[in-house]
């Protein structure tokens, strides 16, 4: 009875622990998000800039994440993932992520920057064949702010405004069964939400008995999203192991309700108030669909465990059947290509502290779904990163960053040069263990 008693006690204290450490970070990223924000001119295109298919870990390694699979981690992109969990450990990883970006043009350039919560997740065992995860993480964000003007004969000068926010998360609940000895499936049903807001402004600052325009779009999207993932690894005599990874997300459509604003209005300087005189459109709570495209990864993964690990991955998603309320959204195909790797001087924990780390590099070039102006945007970075080991355990702190440009200044477009830093915990706890006397 006293045993019992005891792993009742430590499961609720480990729980209350790791509920503290989520709810810690939930408020520090919250903090961080009312002084920054996204600022990417780019978001302003179909459902935002989508984020990476990465945690700190994967990020370091260039965005590999098809084939990985560790009992030290979660790895959501991959469901199939979730059998590397031990049948007796819990798993809470969690990170944020800071972005550092100059954007330029031909004659000038600006400095943004933004940070974020990057990921939420944790992994358990529900059987040796049948483990388990859940989560929470971004899937895309839109924030910018972007200005033009020109000069119109018997107008005056004329000001162009565009501005917009929000984007879309996920939350999830994955399964991960082992089929064979090599070979196990995955399913991640995945509950996807957010609004998107989009204004356009329309002034004339040279003259006040000019009415200004305004329009204003919102919508708020939600539904049940599938991803399917498979992995097949193996070990051979020497300590070496193979894996080779596969992910499918099926086109899906998302219910989405719209709210539609044109109004035009008069500027009080003295005051600055918009004053309101005619509604030229009012459209509220309008029914419709999105339709998220599919998405196809693959991936695989060699090397000698404990020791070094080399990955290479492909993803391919079909934008161009993407569509926002019976609209095309203009978008091509995107293909993302991954390579990375790590290696830790010693195979034990024994030995110097330096000799226990984990060290990381990944290259990554990724094709986007944004052709503009005949010009296609493409994304590309190098990305470096460490697995720090927590004394006395096996959790892991997790450090990686990335220096990457996207976009050109070709044809008076927009190149963004950013620097991406992100810190993540990987925290391993042993849990279902009976007590044992001497």
Known sequence: MDSILYSITTLRNRILRNLLLA???????SELQAQTSNSSPYSRFGLGKISP??????????????????????????PASYTSF?????VFDAGLQANLMTLKTNTTSFKVNDASLAYITMGFPLTKWWKASVGLLPYSSIG??????????????VEYGYTGSGGLNKAYIGNGFKLTKHISAGLNVAYYFG????????SYPDSNGYMRSRITSSAAIKNLIFDFGLQYYTAFSNDRNFTFGLTLTPQQSMSSSSNNLAVNYFHNYSSNIDVTRDTILFEDGTKGKVVLPMSIGTGIAFGRSTRWSTYADVRWQQWEKYTYFGESGNLKNSTRISLGGQFRPSALDVGTYWKRINYRAGVRFEMSNLELRNTRLNDIGVSFGAGLPMKKSRSTLNLAFEVGTFGSTNNNLIKENYFRFSIGAAMFEKWFLKRKYD
């Open 53 to 78: 298919n990465n945690n700190t870990l994967m990020m370091a390694l260039g965005g590999s994440s098809s084939a990985l699979r560790s009992p030290l981690c979660v790895n959501p992109y991959n």
């Open 86 to 90: 031990d049948t007796t450990s819990f």
């Open 23 to 29: 709810l810690m970070i939930l408020c520090s990223v």
């Open 195 to 202: 609004n998107i807001n989009h204004e356009r402004t329309l």
């Open 144 to 157: 910018y702010l972007i200005g033009s003007d020109s000069v119109i004969s018997q107008l005056g000068k």
